[in-house]
């Protein structure tokens, strides 16, 4: 039961355009959302975060959307650089209980230089 | 201040065994969370410590067990290991307790093979 979704297992995009890797949820309960960028042979490392209170968080190139309604959020990374090129992990939590997170498949960005 | 740090990088063990992996929180965090990240897949919360007790499990049996410590860090214990636990296994730790929310931070993990 996959309560978090990745659909697109890949990206490719030039550099210096936008990269909008998406993520669908199914859980109405989740309030909390990260997004986690993935290098080979390393843990995931937090990007990027936004509360159910917000439907948008931006931190330099990188912008976090969320549309609540439609259960869907939107990583968005603008100019991208070949140094982006990773897997990205969403996962989302909820207030109640052990606050762990539920993770998507992943996409794999791969930034053509 | 320190990140979370995860010991063995690699390990190999055969079907029926035990196995213990290691992990220590980043500096100031009192809740240490594990996961399984199988091939291709996402990562899988298997249960979370918080101050030294079990604060949540998910989906996995009970010969998977764990143990938090007082400095915060944790083991995580696998008995009677079976092929299908080949996996990545990543620990996290945040700055939390019951009900609230916070970032958690990831170790590098351990790789665990198993023949």
């Known amino acids: 039961d996959q309560q978090v979704k990745q659909n697109s297992p890949s990206l490719s995009v030039q550099e210096g355009r936008i990269s909008i890797l998406n993520c669908d949820y199914t859980?109405?309960?989740?309030?909390?959302f990260l997004w986690y960028k993935k290098y080979p042979a390393e843990g995931p490392t937090f990007l990027i975060s936004?509360?159910?209170?917000?439907d948008k968080n931006e931190d330099g190139r990188f912008t976090v959307f969320l549309n609540k309604s439609a259960k869907h959020l939107s990583l968005h990374i603008v100019p991208s650089q070949p140094g982006d090129s990773a897997v990205y992990f969403c996962?989302?939590?909820?207030?109640?209980?052990?606050?762990?997170?539920?993770f998507g498949t992943g996409t794999r960005l791969t930034v053509i230089p | 201040e320190t990140g979370v740090t995860q010991s063995p990088t690699h390990l190999i063990k055969t079907r029926g065994q035990q196995v213990t992996l290691r992990c220590s929180s980043q500096?100031?965090?009192?809740?240490v969370s594990w996961y399984q990240q199988a091939l291709g897949q996402g990562p899988q919360f298997i249960f979370q410590?918080?101050?030294?007790?079990?604060?949540g499990r998910g989906n996995f049996p009970p010969r998977f067990s764990g143990l938090q410590f007082p400095n915060y860090s944790s083991e995580l214990n696998v008995n009677a290991l079976e092929l299908d636990d080949s996996a990545l296994y990543l620990c996290?730790?945040?700055?939390?307790?019951?009900?609230?929310?916070?970032?958690?931070?990831f170790g590098p993990g351990t790789r665990l093979t198993v023949l």
């Open positions: 996290a730790s945040s700055l939390a307790g019951q009900g609230a929310i916070d970032t958690q931070y």
């Open positions: 859980n109405s309960m989740f309030d909390y």
């Open positions: 936004i509360s159910s209170i917000k």
């Open positions: 996962a989302a939590s909820a207030k109640s209980g052990a606050n762990n997170l539920f």
């Open positions: 500096s100031g965090h009192n809740t």
């Open positions: 410590y918080y101050r030294e007790e079990e604060n």
